[in-house]
């Protein structure tokens, strides 16, 4: 359990801290998650790996450890994309439940355990970049 517990911590208290600030907007509050989802997703793959595929491997007693702490996090995320919904500034979300938008914005990030290579040609950063505009702008053509 030791190797999967750095990351996480670090995660939430990231996000503690976001949801705390009361001088970032939803959407700010979003952007600032899920660059950090990503940024650390990509320096801790292998420590997030093991949390994302060896619970098998853990006792029941720690499976269940492993489980609220995840869960925690999840809740923690679908608060600040609540927010977006709720703060009026951006139609992101809109319409999309909650829970389906955070699973789909962790499983994104998630992914990156499968591809992401700190060799390759992709940083962090362009990956972000690039994630945040098919959340944020990916269903433009739709509207026209």
């Not at 999967?4 to 503690?16: C, H, I, T, V």
């Not at 939803?26 to 989802?37: V, Y």
Request: glycine fraction near 4%; charge should be neutral; include cysteine.
């Amino acid at each position: 359990m030791g190797v999967m517990d750095k990351p996480m911590k670090m995660r939430m208290n990231f996000l503690d801290e976001i949801m705390k600030n009361a001088h970032l907007s939803g959407p700010e509050k979003f952007k600032q998650a899920f660059k950090s989802q990503v940024f650390m997703t990509c320096e801790f793959r292998d420590h997030i790996n093991v949390w994302l595929t060896e619970i098998r491997s853990l006792s029941p007693h720690n499976q269940g450890i492993y489980n609220r702490k995840r869960k925690e996090y999840e809740l923690r995320f679908e608060r600040i994309v609540r927010e977006v919904q709720e703060d009026g500034e951006t139609d992101l979300f809109k319409d999309i439940d909650p829970k389906i938008a955070t699973l789909a914005v962790l499983g994104m990030s998630n992914w990156l355990l499968k591809w992401y290579s700190p060799d390759g040609s992709f940083t962090p950063d362009a990956i972000f970049d690039a994630f945040y505009l098919l959340i944020t702008q990916g269903s433009i053509a739709d509207k026209t």
